[in-house]
């Protein structure tokens, strides 16, 4: 199987009818799906695995939330094949309340980048108009854009589009740009 | 800034700032990632404490008012909601 972070377009979805938990798909620009995620159901601590498909039989990413109840929660990312943390994603709770805001953050916390929600406008009419406008957020890291993440009109299957900027795999970790799409998808989606 | 002690499954001890709290850290000798011990959540073990109270109160009412027999349903069925709180965590 071929490096799954060797592309700039991906396809994040959410598999319907799952009982328990949330499960999502990440698919290429091809179509193929290249990762597949699994969100623990049952757990006061968010805890998403991804593996490389379905069978997941080989782990590739390890999205963890470092408390239960936090407002400002963090979540730690491990590169499951090398065990080491690449590093972190904090979701700014005040400021999320009016437009969903989350920090990139290496290994020792420091900030590195935002993800921020398109545009206050727009967050403020999904808030208190309808949340069926589509979510958008830009990925920034060290002033550059990294990313960009587009929710699809679909108000019955969840997908979230992932475009990597040509600049983004010298600023940041192409794991860690498709590990916010999984967090936006399974935290921020939620809520939609 | 106080710290928190973490000690990696390659035997080295390490500290990391309080904010990493549950989370986890490289460390700094194997570079792998550790698990920093959480401790207690304040605001976890303060719905714990509200639900354990809830819980009285409801058995209580339930005894009182339709009998030892739904009072104990009452409690076992609240017991079983506050366990399963507490091991999901």
Not at chain 1, 89 to 112: C, M, N, P, Q, Y
Not at chain 1, 121 to 145: E, Y
Not at chain 2, 57 to 74: E, F, N, Q
Not at chain 2, 78 to 85: M, S
């Amino acid at each position: 199987m071929g490096d799954p972070y060797a592309n700039d377009a991906y396809v994040i979805r959410r598999k319907v009818f799952t009982i328990f938990g949330a499960k999502f798909h990440v698919y290429d620009s091809s179509g193929q799906v290249v990762l597949f995620s699994k969100q623990k159901a049952f757990k006061l601590k968010e805890d998403i695995r991804v593996f490389s498909d379905e069978s997941e039989q080989e782990e590739r990413l390890l999205i963890k939330a470092r408390q239960i109840i936090d407002f400002s929660a963090a979540y730690d990312v491990v590169d499951v094949r090398s065990g080491s943390k690449i590093g972190a994603f904090r979701r700014k709770g005040f400021t999320s309340i009016l437009r969903d805001s989350w920090e990139f953050l290496d290994t020792a916390d420091r900030v590195i980048g935002t993800i921020l929600e398109d545009s206050m406008f727009m967050a403020l009419l999904r808030r208190f108009l309808t949340n069926l406008i589509p979510q958008s957020f830009h990925a920034q890291v060290g002033g550059k854009d990294v990313a960009k993440y587009h929710q699809n009109f679909n108000p019955f299957v969840y997908k979230l589009r992932v475009n990597l900027e040509p600049q983004a795999r010298s600023a940041v970790d192409p794991q860690l740009i498709l590990a916010g799409g999984i967090l936006l998808a399974a935290i921020e989606g939620r809520q939609g | 800034m106080s710290e928190v002690s973490v000690t990696c499954s390659c035997g080295n001890r390490f500290e990391v700032a309080k904010s990493f709290k549950g989370g986890l850290v490289n460390c700094p000798k194997c570079a792998k990632a550790t698990s920093v011990p959480s401790g207690p959540e304040p605001v976890f073990l303060a719905m714990i404490a509200i639900l354990v109270v809830c819980l009285l109160l409801a058995t209580y009412a339930a005894w009182a008012v339709m009998g030892p027999v739904a009072g104990i349903i009452a409690f076992l069925i609240g017991a079983g909601v506050v366990i399963a709180i507490i091991m999901a965590s």
